[in-house]
């Protein structure tokens, strides 16, 4: 079970960081992916962090301003936003997979139930 937070309304430049709460205490052996879905859009790859951490992915549009990370001890992950934009809003998703990370939806077996992300311009 995911459990995904942290969203809201924000004006555009500004910051937010959603988190990614798992429950089982396997967490750390699953591989994160992030990802958005807005209006009358198919949902999006944001990013991904490996089980280990070491290796994180992001779509060309957040690379320089998202960035992941995790706390295994805590059983969470987190999404950090930055600089925001208004085509930054949309519902963001929290997935885990057992195996390598993807940015393909499909790879993925666990979802959050998503947090609403709104950026005014």
């Known amino acids: 079970q995911l459990e995904d937070s942290g969203g809201g309304l924000v004006q555009a430049g500004a910051s937010l960081r959603l988190s990614c709460a798992a429950s089982?205490?396997?967490?750390?052996?699953?591989?994160i992916g992030w990802f958005r879905q807005a209006p009358g859009k198919e949902r999006e790859f944001v990013g991904f962090?490996?089980?280990?951490?070491?290796?994180?992915n992001f779509a060309d549009s957040v690379k320089d301003r998202f960035t992941i990370s995790r706390d295994n001890d805590k059983n969470t992950a987190y999404l950090q936003m930055n600089r925001l934009k208004p085509e930054d809003t949309a519902i963001y998703y929290c997935?885990?997979?057992?195996?390598?990370?993807?940015?393909?939806?499909?790879?993925?077996?666990?979802w959050g139930q998503g947090t609403q992300v709104t950026v005014s311009s």
């Open positions: 962090i490996g089980w280990r951490a070491i290796n994180t």
């Open positions: 089982e205490r396997t967490f750390s052996s699953y591989s």
């Open positions: 997935a885990a997979t057992y195996y390598q990370p993807s940015r393909n939806p499909g790879e993925y077996d666990y």
